[in-house]
């Protein structure tokens, strides 16, 4: 089933929200049950609201998943990002610098719309 509404840009507060809870709804799955429970009627579920509403946002469960995936590396983006070492804490920049590299390299193929990860 097609989306009705796929660019984000187009929508309403209210919509932005209810499309940013089914993309929590997802995360939530993923890291709860894993991507093989991750389908559209466990995230409605967990979103409470339908399957239709899902579907109205999202085109299909893949682009849910990208969509959830983004989130989780942007959440870390912003933890790894905002932590800072303790005086007595080795320079961590050189680890922190690696594993950025590590994560934007991991991530370049959704980025470019590969969906075989």
Not at 86 to 93: A, E, R
Request: glycine content about 4%; proline content about 3%; aromatic content about 8%.
């Amino acid at each position: 089933m097609a989306s009705r509404i796929r660019n984000p840009l187009e929508l309403s507060s209210n919509q932005l929200a209810k499309r940013e809870r089914i993309i929590e709804a997802a995360v939530s799955v993923l890291l709860d049950q894993g991507v093989s429970s991750c389908t559209v009627r466990t995230i409605a579920g967990v979103a409470k609201t339908s399957k239709g509403i899902v579907h109205y946002y999202f085109s299909d469960i893949d682009e849910i998943i990208d969509a959830a995936m983004l989130k989780a590396v942007t959440l870390w983006r912003e933890f790894f990002s905002a932590s800072q070492p303790c005086d007595d804490q080795v320079d961590l920049s050189r680890s922190r610098k690696d594993f950025w590299e590590f994560i934007e390299k991991s991530m370049e193929p959704f980025s470019k719309g590969d969906k075989t990860m």
